[in-house]
């Protein structure tokens, strides 16, 4: 299984960018998806996350700002960021809850990470 995160960048603060996360394998179902951030010398904190069925959950940092969405049929999760602020740049990763063909089982992934500064 491979999470291909892309879409990040340079971006001044008030302006958007919208995130997107491909998975990719021999999957029999993504359930729940997400994205969390990391600041070098601090703990990686969840910024929003979306279930199957399409109910989502926001860090409330973002609440309001960011809206996160999915693709079942692609298998992507896409997290628009709008009024973006110095204190979002972080790197993004993707996570995905993923239920495999080979032993129906969940196995919990993360994508390779990808950079969204914001300057001021």
């Known amino acids: 299984v491979q999470l291909q995160a892309s879409g990040g960048g340079l971006v001044q603060a008030g302006g958007s960018l919208r995130l997107s996360c491909v998975v990719s394998g021999s999957i029999f179902r993504v359930n729940t998806m997400g994205w969390y951030r990391q600041v070098p010398g601090k703990q990686r904190e969840l910024v929003a996350s979306?279930?199957?069925?399409?109910?989502?959950n926001y860090a409330d940092s973002v609440k309001g700002r960011f809206t996160i969405s999915r693709d079942n049929a692609k298998n992507t999760v896409y997290l628009q960021m709008s009024r973006l602020k110095s204190e979002d740049t972080a790197v993004y990763y993707c996570?995905?809850?993923?239920?495999?063909?080979?032993?129906?089982?969940?196995?919990?992934?993360w994508g390779q990470g990808t950079l969204v500064t914001v300057s001021s």
């Open positions: 996570t995905a809850d993923v239920i495999m063909y080979s032993d129906y089982r969940a196995y919990g992934y």
């Open positions: 979306i279930r199957s069925g399409g109910s989502t």
